[in-house]
């Protein structure tokens, strides 16, 4: 086991939960801490359930503002008068896109990962994702990954584990990990409704992924 120190950018939801587990498997539970973003979301939901997975494993969970997106304004995550697209757009991108998001919570965890001597940053960005996030393609990461090795002098590893996983798949990674019993702790309906509303983009993609994978959402057992 490594004694390396890593950093899980920690969002609440299925996957960045998925890839805390990975960690504690990877690089063991002392190694281990996370971080959450505030960045005027308007589901604040997110953020305590991200702080209590964290609590479940056994991990800090530290929250760092950033306010720069709802001031931007456009999307529909940080504007609440902006309708959430019900359907993932053909072409183009859909309204949930907050442009930069992943960059700036990569380039900040990056800098407090920095102060403290943590090498390894955790992410659960997929390039499957049906949304198509440039920012969470391969090529954007391993770019960013350069950036930062760059303009920090430092050697740290930008770790996506479920970059080319579907749905499906990292359903069964979870069951593996056994963070199962921690995805009932989780995020994901767009709309904030908990149990969720399960018409939502994000709904239904997690529910497509545990159909696949024939295994019960413990979210909706709750
Ligand atoms: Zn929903």
């Known amino acids: 086991m490594s004694e390396n ?132 393609r391969e090529a954007t990461i391993r770019a960013l990954q350069q950036t930062l090795r760059a303009g920090m002098e430092s050697a740290i590893v930008i770790h996506t584990p479920l970059m080319q996983l579907s749905k499906k798949e990292t359903v069964q990674l979870a069951v593996t990990l056994g963070a199962l019993p921690a995805l009932a702790l989780t995020h994901t309906c767009y709309e904030g409704e908990r149990p969720p509303c399960g018409q939502c983009p994000a709904c239904k993609l997690r529910a497509k992924g545990f159909a696949e994978a024939g295994i019960e959402d413990p979210l909706l057992r709750a």
């Open 5 to 136: 120190k890593a950093l899980v950018v920690l969002s609440g939801g299925q996957d960045s939960t998925t890839c805390l587990y990975w960690a504690l498997d990877r690089f063991g539970s002392d190694n281990v801490s996370t971080v959450s973003f505030d960045y005027g979301q308007r589901h604040r939901v997110e953020l305590e359930c991200a702080a209590s997975i964290a609590r479940q494993a056994r991990v800090s969970n530290t929250c760092l503002p950033i306010d720069t997106f709802a001031a931007i304004g456009g999307d529909a995550l940080t504007d609440n008068d902006i309708d959430i697209d019900k359907n993932a757009s053909a072409g183009g991108l859909p309204n949930t896109f907050v442009p930069g998001r992943n960059i700036i919570f990569l380039t900040f965890a990056a800098a407090y990962a920095y102060q403290r001597g943590i090498d390894n940053l955790v992410t659960g960005v997929a390039q499957t994702d049906f949304s198509g996030y440039p920012d969470c």
